[in-house]
């Protein structure tokens, strides 16, 4: 009877491991069933008392039976896969490698080429960029039916931040600092990419970067390597789910592996220059923590890293990768990546870069053609290895069995399920809530926002009344016929309602035609025709009959994403002209700021009553951003990035090193880092945004003054909400190491939790402190090492407003 009760609570015990388990890398599953031992065998010990060889057996039982469960079904796929391999010539397991474009969607240059019967010769792996579940069901027909061995195809796609249902370009996303809803996010992006025939995204982009001039800045996670870390997870969890074998689940790919935020001056496909230790410090633990959470590939960078395309740069590839860090995946390149080897000057043929690429670590070509295009000759003359083919194509071929691709290659082209999910009420609803978390209030004095329903509002701007342009750079699969404008939003949320709502468009995105051409380069914004003189005289007009003004300006969607680096990175001419126009008038002014990246605003700060910063937030921002306004949401976002005074800042981030000539405060002090005309301050600090209702922050308590290496103190606070309204706020803990090794920031993230809190309400956070939590990697061995000594830890609303406490640690116990 007892041993029953025993037996009962294991099983228990290990199928919640189990189901644990599957969630988890190989690495982390080997760590997940020590500990789960561990904890038996404890358990049994305890309930045994001294009869240890019953515990002892039944956790070697257990451990054995276990263990098989685990391995049987990549015992399966080994076999499957061996089999398979043994009947592919050496042209079709090239023919795995190649990954050509459908010409579609485009994001790079459109390549000519006769797709269709490169899948039925066998020598196509994937296809990306092809929209629609009956297209890819007819191509996935020809790969299946027509080829000769009948290989199913991956189909890959930049589903960057949702399907037809867009949510925030990634940089607002994080800045909801929320990962529920990220996690969300990504999960619903999937539910729909997977209905219409995708398997694979191109996805997440976790890229830290420190530069606002870049474009693609609106497509990571902002300049946080701990921020950026668990966004990087959520979008993992999200689009893979518990197991790739669910059909509404599909396989992430992390990029641009490595370092491409860091390009320098913040020029698209320029170089990276960057030392192991702020690489590894600053760059990588977004890439890693994506890898440990299981991403199942992984996407080559375009540039450089130690002087090596990454494409071809076998340090990064395998031994940082594979070798350091467990990764069991697939890579592929970015468009193009191999044969720019040959313009980066490290090759000199096609067939050169393949190689190159290949002994990397490289396992499939985007677009390039080298692989499966030049290797089969080099194969047979000995310049090329046959292992690396074979082992690239087997991890092409893993990657589908998992996918359950063998078992049913139409699995991912569901009609019906198209029909239910696909912008479906319910998940435009969670965008909705979403995109009103990603908002950041920067400025609300008199507490002017939220507006009632009432009087004459005037809707100023050239983003007020645009279809395309809300959700954001990189929603290749939008459907924006089928979103509302802003205009429209208002005019629903004001429907029935006293308040009148007038509009005038006042402006184009910018003077330059040619400029605004090429930021909306896919034809997503129409130029109006009159001229600025008139478009300006019709704004001012409207807004002397209004109560208050609101001024929908900014970036056009296309200013920011790929190839869209900006040296001007302030509030376009045209819109700026009529911003002090508009404030001459003496009415209130609410900017409504659309960026895919971090701006200047400093005349905007100055002259303006309230600032929005909306980013551009997906499918459902006309609603999101009514609900705002109107309070029917409260804003709850905090910046993910700082916002600086000037572009001449960047590179630009609140993890300031300490330097020999130190400035903390950032004004003017002869001999010390500054500038002589500009503050070293943001204009908004990293982690900065308000709300509606506000927040009292308790005197931050340590659990102990003192700490050893090895052991763990509790930092805690209590937060309050002292307004009147319900509200959530992200409550951050920085830490700072004076005196260490390696010269560290003066304040890192290494916390955060985001807490809802009704009026009135009070709730205490705690953070445990510990090696993990406090420790960094050290710059000769780049070992993760916490040293003795003083630790500042400082908890705040943002990376400005902190309380400090010291602790202590000292050696080991
Ligand atoms: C180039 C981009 O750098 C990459 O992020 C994207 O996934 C590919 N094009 C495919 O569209």
Redesign the pocket.
């Known amino acids: 009877m007892v041993y029953m009760r025993y037996y009962t609570k294991i099983s228990y015990f290990i199928h919640n491991r189990l189901q644990r388990y599957n969630k988890k890398t190989t690495y982390a599953r080997k760590k997940c069933f020590l500990f789960a031992y561990m904890q038996i065998f404890l358990y049994l010990c305890t309930v045994m008392k001294k009869h240890f060889f019953f515990p002892l057996l039944a956790v070697v039982l257990i451990g054995t039976s276990c263990s098989q469960r685990a391995s049987k079904s990549d015992a399966e796929m080994d076999r499957f896969i061996n089999r398979l391999m043994a009947q592919m010539t050496l042209a079709e397991k090239l023919g795995q490698l190649n990954l050509p474009?459908s010409g579609d969607?485009v994001?790079?240059q459109v390549r000519e080429s006769n797709v269709a019967q490169d899948i039925r010769q066998g020598r196509v792996g994937g296809l990306?960029?092809i929209k629609g579940a009956e297209a890819i069901r007819e191509v996935q027909r020809i790969a299946v039916e027509e080829s000769r061995l009948g290989i199913p195809l991956l189909f890959?796609?930049?589903v960057?931040h949702g399907y037809e249902t867009v949510f925030p370009i990634p940089l607002a996303l994080a800045c909801s600092w929320d990962m529920e809803a990220i996690e969300r996010s990504a999960q619903i992006a999937a539910a729909e990419a997977t209905a219409d025939g995708i398997c694979w995204t191109?996805?997440p982009?976790v890229d830290i970067c420190h530069d606002g001039r870049w474009g693609?800045i609106s497509?990571g996670s902002g300049e946080d390597p701990y921020l950026g870390s668990r966004a990087a997870e959520a979008m993992v969890h999200g689009y893979q789910g518990a197991s790739l074998a669910d059909p509404t689940t599909m396989m992430a790919?992390v990029?641009?592996f490595a370092l491409?935020g860091a390009v320098e001056a913040g020029r698209e496909y320029n170089n990276v220059y960057l030392d192991d230790y702020h690489m590894f410090n600053e760059y990588l633990p977004p890439y890693q923590a994506a890898i440990n959470a299981g991403a199942g590939s992984v996407?080559a960078?375009?540039n450089t890293v130690h002087g090596v395309p990454s494409t071809g740069n076998r340090w990064l590839l395998t031994d940082l990768l594979r070798t350091r860090w467990g990764f069991q995946g697939f890579v592929v390149s970015?468009?193009c990546g191999l044969e720019q080897l040959q313009d980066h000057g490290v090759c000199a043929s096609l067939e050169q870069a393949a190689i190159q690429s290949l002994d990397a670590g490289l396992d499939m070509d985007?677009v390039s053609n080298g692989l499966n295009g030049t290797l089969a000759q080099a194969v047979r003359e000995g310049r090329c290895s046959a292992k690396a083919v074979d082992q690239a194509c087997r991890r092409i071929l893993e990657a589908k069995y998992k996918l359950g691709l063998f078992d049913d290659p139409y699995r991912y082209c569901d009609a019906e399920r198209r029909e239910q999910v696909i912008l479906s009420p319910a998940h435009r609803a969670e965008a909705r809530r979403i995109a009103s978390e990603c908002m950041v209030l920067l400025k609300n004095d008199n507490h002017l926002l939220p507006l009632k329903k009432q009087g004459t509002i005037a809707l100023i701007g050239p983003l007020a009344d645009t279809r395309t342009n809300m959700p954001g750079t990189?929603s290749?699969a939008a459907v924006p016929e089928r979103y509302k404008t802003i205009k429209e939003g208002l005019e629903s949320a004001l429907a029935g309602t006293g308040a009148r709502l007038l509009y005038a468009k006042g402006a184009n995105v910018c003077y330059d035609a040619e400029l605004e051409a090429r930021a909306t380069m896919f034809g997503r914004e129409m130029r109006d025709p009159r001229s600025a003189a008139s478009m300006r005289a019709e704004a001012l007009r409207i807004a002397r009959q209004a109560d208050v003004i609101i001024a929908t300006m900014g970036e056009a969607s296309e200013m920011s994403g790929?190839s869209a680096s900006l040296v001007h990175i302030e509030m376009p001419d045209a819109q700026h002209d009529l911003l002090v126009e508009l404030a001459r008038l003496g009415k209130p002014i609410i900017l409504v700021h659309f960026a895919g990246r971090p701006t200047v605003l400093n005349w905007e700060t100055e002259h303006l009553q309230a600032i929005l910063e909306a980013w551009f937030s997906g499918s459902e921002t006309a609603d999101a951003l009514a609900d705002i306004l109107f309070g029917e949401a409260n804003p709850s976002g905090h910046l993910c990035v700082q916002l600086p005074r000037h572009v001449g800042q960047y590179p630009f981030s609140y993890r300031q090193m300490r330097t020999s000539r130190l400035n903390p405060g950032g004004e003017f002090n002869k001999y010390s880092t500054c500038y002589l005309d500009v503050s070293n301050t943001p204009l908004y600090p990293f982690g900065y945004g308000l709300s509606y209702t506000s927040f009292a922050y308790s005197p931050v308590t340590l659990s102990a003054d003192t700490m050893t290496l090895n052991g763990q103190v509790t930092a805690s606070v209590t937060v309050t909400n002292t307004g009147s309204r319900t509200g959530s706020e992200v409550v951050q803990l920085y830490i700072g190491d004076p005196v260490a090794q390696g010269v560290r920031p003066y304040k890192e993230l290494r916390g955060f939790e985001r807490l809802t809190l009704a009026p009135g309400e009070s709730r205490e956070l705690s953070f445990t402190l510990n090696a993990d939590r406090l420790g960094y990697y050290d710059p000769y061995q780049l070992h993760w090492t916490l040293e003795a000594g003083e630790i500042a830890v400082m908890i705040g609303p943002n990376a400005r407003d902190t309380q400090e406490r010291k602790l202590m640690v000292g050696e080991a116990r």
């Open positions: 474009v969607i994001t790079g990306f960029n890959g796609m930049d960057i191109f996805s982009m693609r497509e790919c990029k641009h491409y996407m960078a375009f970015d468009y985007m990189w290749v790929e």
